[in-house]
């Protein structure tokens, strides 16, 4: 008679912990749905999250939160507002997520299976084509390196 141990997943969670202020948490709860407390008082609930969550990461400033779905699906909980946002859905399960701030905008940056990296600039519209204008160009710079060397 084989025994099978069945082991229940542990939700996730992420933290901003300060000495003189209170600390920001955010957690999966074990009926999908994300919460978020300041010291001991819980501030903000999301709705139903349908799907498994596989990342949950908190904004630098604690305003987002940002969870993969099922391991493809990345979205952003806006804390103050409710509102929550597709931000980008792909073929191929997410490797690496992270949200980071890098002067007052929020950047996630995503790898998945075959190494293709996106980056999503949140704030700014103008900025995004800046980056994008700047990653192509690096682009064309190493392959036009690459000529010269051959």
Same mark, same amino acid.
């Given at each position: 008679?084989?025994?099978?141990?069945? +082991?229940?997943? =542990?939700? /996730?969670?992420?933290?901003?912990?300060?000495?003189?202020?209170?600390?920001?948490?955010?957690?999966?709860?074990?009926? =999908?749905?994300?919460?978020?407390?300041?010291?001991?008082?819980?501030? =903000?609930?999301?709705? /139903? $999250?349908?799907?498994? $969550?596989?990342? /949950? @990461?908190?904004?630098?400033?604690?305003?987002?939160?940002?969870?993969?779905?099922?391991?493809?699906?990345?979205?952003? +909980?806006?804390?103050?507002?409710?509102?929550?946002?597709?931000?980008? @859905?792909?073929?191929?399960?997410? @490797?690496?997520?992270?949200?980071?701030?890098?002067?007052?905008?929020? $950047?996630?940056?995503?790898?998945?299976?075959?190494?293709?990296? =996106?980056?999503?600039?949140?704030?700014?519209?103008?900025?995004?084509?800046? /980056?994008?204008?700047?990653?192509?160009?690096?682009?064309?710079?190493?392959?036009?390196?690459?000529?010269?060397?051959?």
């Amino acid at each position: 008679m084989k025994i099978f141990l069945l +082991l229940t997943r =542990k939700c /996730l969670f992420d933290a901003i912990v300060s000495c003189d202020e209170m600390d920001i948490v955010i957690k999966e709860s074990p009926s =999908k749905i994300i919460t978020m407390s300041c010291g001991e008082k819980m501030i =903000k609930e999301s709705a /139903l $999250i349908k799907g498994e $969550i596989s990342n /949950l @990461q908190l904004s630098a400033d604690g305003n987002k939160a940002l969870y993969v779905i099922d391991n493809k699906i990345i979205e952003l +909980l806006d804390i103050t507002t409710g509102i929550i946002t597709k931000v980008l @859905q792909v073929d191929k399960p997410i @490797q690496f997520v992270k949200i980071i701030n890098l002067l007052n905008r929020d $950047i996630i940056l995503c790898r998945w299976e075959d190494n293709n990296l =996106k980056v999503c600039i949140l704030n700014s519209f103008l900025s995004c084509i800046l /980056l994008f204008s700047f990653l192509f160009a690096y682009k064309c710079m190493f392959f036009y390196s690459l000529f010269i060397i051959l």
